[in-house]
C-alpha cells in the first residue's frame, strides 16, 4: 500500500514539473517537434520551436509532411 502511495505522488509529481512551457499568447506550446497539426512559428526562449494551430497563426501557412522540407501536404 505504501509503495502505491509511493509511485502515485511520483507521477503527480512528474506531470506537474514535465508541462510543456506556453508560448504565442498561451496559444502555443515549446517542443523540440512539432506535430503533424501544428506549424512552426517562432522559437522559445529555450530554442525550443513554439508550435502553434495554424488558424492562430496571423499569416498563410502550410502544413508540411514532416522530413519533406517544404513540400505542402496535398
Do not use: Y
Not at 515549446?30 to 488558424?55: G, M, W, Y
Amino acid at each position: 500500500m505504501r509503495l502505491m502511495l509511493l509511485v502515485l505522488a511520483v507521477i503527480l509529481l512528474l506531470v506537474r514539473v514535465t508541462q510543456a512551457m506556453r508560448c504565442w499568447g498561451k496559444l502555443g506550446r515549446c517542443r523540440t517537434t512539432c506535430e503533424q497539426s501544428e506549424v512552426f512559428h517562432i522559437l522559445c526562449t529555450d530554442e525550443a520551436k513554439c508550435c502553434v494551430n495554424p488558424k492562430h497563426v496571423p499569416v498563410k501557412t502550410s502544413l508540411c509532411a514532416p522530413g519533406s522540407l517544404g513540400t505542402p501536404v496535398v
